[in-house]
């Protein structure tokens, strides 16, 4: 079974500084995403990376993949409030069928 | 265009009872994902239909547990007998492909009592 694994698994930052996240996982895969959930609500899709060295950025969020670490890095610069969720890195099966979650980060961005 | 509906949003049965959780894809999507959240964990995939077919049921429990995406109307995830254990979040996503991104809803929230 495909095991994807993010640390860290919580996480307390202040307004203003940079950070990132990590998503390990343990087999071969092109196809990583990224949510965001707030408490209570469902997943927000953020990024979607589809290839070796892609880079995508929303805002102050920014996520690469690199498929020959399986490693994937969610970078946040300057955090606001708002920012403060639960984010969840995804792999995509080789077979296409299914998602394997990591266990998510709680951020907290402290005013 | 709406999208992923679930319902209930919240469900509450007792020890032994049925529940049945309803899922609407978005409109012209075929194929649907039921997920399960336990408290502060990730999604745990259950099944993957399209319209009249299980297509990987690898992550369902193999007794009690059942899924269904009929030709007419939502796809329903179906938990005989309930438990404790079986509380827990429920997801569904929807895609129009394999190569799309999955949409999720809000979500069912089950809770046994």
């Known amino acids: 079974e495909l095991k994807v694994e993010q640390n860290p698994l919580f996480l307390s930052m202040q307004e203003g500084k940079n950070y990132t996240i990590y998503c390990n996982y343990s087999?071969?895969?092109?196809?990583l995403y990224w949510y965001r959930q707030d408490p209570g609500k469902s997943l927000e899709s953020l990024f979607v990376?589809?290839?070796?060295?892609a880079v995508k950025q929303e805002g102050r969020l920014m996520a690469s993949l690199d498929t020959k670490a399986r490693l994937s890095t969610l970078h946040i610069t300057a955090a606001v409030h708002d920012l403060s969720a639960t984010y969840f890195c995804?792999?995509?099966?080789?077979?296409?069928?299914?998602?394997?979650f990591g266990t998510g980060t709680s951020l907290t961005v402290i005013p | 265009n709406a999208g992923v509906m679930q319902n209930p949003r919240h469900l509450v049965r007792r020890r032994g009872q049925e529940a049945r959780l309803r899922c609407s894809p978005m409109?012209?999507?075929?194929?649907v994902y039921w997920y399960r959240q336990l408290p502060e964990e990730g999604l745990k995939f259950m099944v993957y239909?399209?319209?009249?077919?299980?297509?990987?049921e690898s992550g369902m429990p193999k007794e009690r547990f059942s899924a269904e995406f009929p030709k007419e109307g939502p796809s329903i995830l179906r938990i005989q007998q309930v438990v404790r254990g079986d509380s827990a979040a429920y997801f569904c996503?929807?895609?129009?492909?394999?190569?799309?991104?999955?949409?999720f809803g809000d979500g069912t929230r089950l809770s046994i009592l």
């Open positions: 995804a792999v995509e099966a080789d077979t296409g069928n299914q998602f394997y």
């Open positions: 087999t071969t895969s092109d196809r």
């Open positions: 996503a929807s895609s129009p492909s394999l190569v799309e991104p999955q949409h």
């Open positions: 990376l589809l290839s070796n060295g």
């Open positions: 239909l399209q319209k009249e077919n299980i297509i990987d």
């Open positions: 409109k012209g999507h075929s194929h």
